[in-house]
C-alpha cells in the first residue's frame, strides 16, 4: 500500500542527514533479526515516505526536497552507517529519481515521474539484470504490447509502486529492439517469486517480478532502441547511479569502521596499530573515489558520454576494492570477536560484498574501458 509523502514546503531549512539518521537509528535495533529472516522492512519505506526523503532528489519546483546528487549519496551514506539492506535498495529508486532530474537538467520533461515520487511512489529497478540486449519477450498488440519476462534482481520489489524495466521486442519491423517501460506494480500478471537467498544484503528484497501477459500501453514506452547497439541513455543511467550506490556501501564500510575502532580502542600493541592505520588508509582512499563520482556528475549535468561512463566504471571498481578492503580490515583489527555472528562486523563484510556485483563488474568492466580508451563502441 503506498502511503502518499508529505508535501515539503521549505527545504532551505531542512537538515536531510538528521532526518535520515533519526530513520536509520529506528530501524537499526531490527537489523540483525532481517538479516536472519531474510524479510526487507516495509516499514522502512514507509518511514523513508513520510520522512520525505524518498522525494528529496526531486526538484522543489515539482514539490520535491531539491537536494543536490551529492546530497543524496550523504543521505544514502547515512542510512548504510545503520541498516545495509534498506540503504541498498533505497539506492535502487534514487538513482531512477537522479536519472529523471539528468533529463530535467537537459530539457526534457520529467514531470510526470517527479509527481508519482512526490505523491508517495517507490520505484524499482531492473537496469542490472537488463543490461544492453534486456531480456524477456514483447508482443506488439493494439494500442501497447503484451509484455512476458521474469526480471531479477529487483531490489526493494515488495515495497514498490513501479517498476522501471525493459523488455526485448525481437519481432519488431527493423530489428530487435529493446523497450523502455513503466510498470505498475498493480497491473494485471505482475507478481513477485521471492527467490533471493544470499550470503549478504539478505534484507534488501531483491526478488525476481515475474510478469505473464502483461498489457504496457503505448504511453508507457519510454524509449525503444536497437537492441545490439549501445544505448547512449546507459551513459546517464551509469552517471546518476553508481555514486548513489557506492554512497550507501561508503556507509556500511564508514559502520564497521566504527565498530572496529570502537573495539580497539585502548590497545596499543604494533600489529592492532598496524592494522588500524591500513583500515583507515582503505577508508579513506574508498571515501575519495566516491567523493571523485559525485564531483565528476556535476550535480547531474554531466555530459552524456562514452568516456564519461567508463570514468565513472573505472571509478566504481577501485572504490568496491577498497571498500571490501576496508571492512576485511575492520574486521582483522578487532580480532576474533569480528569473526562471531554475534557481531556486526561479520554481517557487514558480507554485506559490502554486493558492491561487487552492481554493473559492471570487475572483467566487465575493464573490458569496457578499454574498448572506449581504444576508441571502440563501449560493447562488442
Known sequence: MTTTAPAITDTTTIDWIARARRVGETLRPEVADRDRSGE????????????????????????????????????????????????????MHTHLVAA?????????????????????????????????????????????????????????CEAGTVLVTSVRWDD???????????????????????????????????????????????????LARPATVWPPLLNVVLGAAMPLVMAAYLGIADGAVDLATASAAGRSDAPTVQLAGEMATAHTT???????????????????????????LSRKTAAADALVHTVRLAIETAGGLGYSRDCELEMRYRDVHGCLFHPLPRAKQTHFTGRVLLGQSPIG
Not at 42 to 63: T, Y
Not at 186 to 203: N, S
Request: glycine letters at 10%.
Open 100 to 156: 529523471q532530474v539528468w533529463r530535467h537538467n537537459h530539457g526534457i520533461d520529467a514531470a510526470p515521474l517527479f509527481a508519482k515520487v512526490v505523491a508517495g511512489a517507490i520505484l524499482v529497478s531492473t537496469g542490472a539484470s537488463d543490461w544492453v540486449g534486456s531480456n524477456g519477450r514483447a508482443e506488439r498488440v493494439e494500442g501497447g504490447y503484451r509484455v512476458h519476462a521474469r526480471k531479477a534482481p529487483a531490489s526493494g
Open 286 to 312: 574508498a571515501g575519495d573515489l566516491v567523493d571523485a563520482m559525485f564531483a565528476a556528475s556535476e550535480n547531474l549535468h554531466f555530459a552524456n558520454t562514452d568516456q564519461y561512463a567508463s570514468r565513472t
Open 40 to 91: 526487507i522492512s516495509l516499514a522502512a519505506f514507509d518511514l523513508l515516505r513520510e520522512s520525505g526523503l524518498s522525494a528529496a532528489l526531486v526538484p522543489a519546483e515539482f514539490g520535491g526536497g531539491g537536494v543536490s546528487h551529492r546530497e543524496m549519496g550523504e543521505i544514502l551514506r547515512e542510512l548504510g552507517r545503520h541498516d545495509p539492506s534498506t540503504a541498498v535498495a533505497f539506492a
Open 172 to 222: 519488431a519491423p527493423d530489428g530487435p529492439q529493446v523497450l523502455h517501460c513503466a510498470i505498475p506494480f498493480a497491473a494485471e500478471g505482475v507478481r513477485i517469486e521471492r527467490t533471493w537467498d544470499t550470503m549478504g544484503l539478505r534484507a534488501t528484497g531483491s526478488h525476481t517480478v515475474v510478469l505473464e501477459d502483461v498489457f504496457v500501453p503505448d504511453a508507457a514506452v519510454s
